[in-house]
Every structure is written in C-alpha cells, then in structure tokens.
C-alpha cells in the first residue's frame, strides 16, 4: 500500500507545478534508491543466485560486477542478463557494459560513473584492462570485490 502511493504519487516541480507520473520513481526523489534497491534484489540478486550459483557477484545500487572463468561464460551470461532485465522493463546500458579481463579471471562490469563501478573501473584502466558489467549484495559485498580485484 505504502509503496504504491510513492509510485503513483505526483511529482512537485520547484516553480510550484504539479505533474502526474504514469511509472517509477522521480529522480532524486527520497524514496527512489530504497525502492530500486528493493526491486534489483528480485530482479537481479535473487535471478542470478537461482541461475548462476557458480558465478559469484557484487552489486552496488545499479552497478554490478559478475566474475565468469572465460570470456564466452562471461559472453553468454551477459546475454542472459540482457533477457532477464528485458523481462523486468530494464536495460543495460550499452556503453557502459563490457567484458573485462581481469589477471587470469573474466568480469562482466556494468560499471557507472560512482560506486563500485568506478573504482574497479580505474583499477582496470590503471593497469591497461579491458573492461565488462556488473551488480550487488551490499557495500560489504562491494568492498570485497574491490579488495579482491586489487590484491588480484
């Protein structure tokens, strides 16, 4: 109930205007980071923990990181993701999406320009990396890949 009347409540312009929102969130509104954290646990977190229990991952609001062993696990999974999120009316961002190598390991980076995905972003482009996309389970699961990724 309470949920609903956040997504269906109108949204209050500075010059005093009121408008009607049809979906989501506005953004920057109080509300919006609890809400998409909530709804990437279901569309994400859950989904990749039933279909890819092998492949451990970490998101960060909507940044993820998803370790695969090679490049075409990394290449498939990303495909499956590219579904899954289709399902759920979400999409991956095309540019900041990519496969990296990572010192022997595979990670698939939905990097953004904060969080997770910037620091591992420039751990990769420090050391000449190719980058990839990614997801997470908390800041304590974040700060583990980081932690991991830099003592390679």
């Known amino acids: 109930m309470y949920v609903e009347r956040w997504l269906k409540a109108p949204l209050a312009k500075s010059d005093g205007k009121i408008t009607e929102r049809t979906r989501g969130t506005p953004q920057g509104g109080v509300i919006s980071p609890l809400l998409a954290n909530l709804f990437m646990h279901y569309a994400f977190d859950t989904w990749m923990t039933r279909q890819y229990p092998s492949n451990p991952f970490?998101?960060?609001?909507?940044?993820?990181?998803?370790?695969?062993?090679?490049?075409?696990?990394?290449?498939?999974?990303?495909?499956?993701?590219?579904?899954?999120?289709?399902e759920c009316h979400l999409e991956l961002h095309p540019e900041k999406t990519k496969i990296v190598y990572?010192?022997?390991?595979?990670?698939?980076?939905?990097?953004?320009?904060?969080?997770?995905?910037?620091?591992?972003a420039k751990r990769l482009a420090a050391e000449g990396a190719r980058v990839a996309f990614t997801y997470s389970k908390g800041a304590d699961a974040a700060a583990s890949v980081v932690k991991a990724i830099e003592q390679g």
């Open 102 to 120: 990572c010192k022997g390991k595979v990670a698939l980076d939905t990097g953004a320009s904060r969080g997770i995905g910037a620091a591992i």
């Open 58 to 86: 970490a998101r960060y609001a909507d940044d993820a990181v998803i370790h695969c062993q090679t490049k075409q696990e990394a290449e498939l999974l990303l495909n499956a993701l590219q579904a899954r999120l289709k």
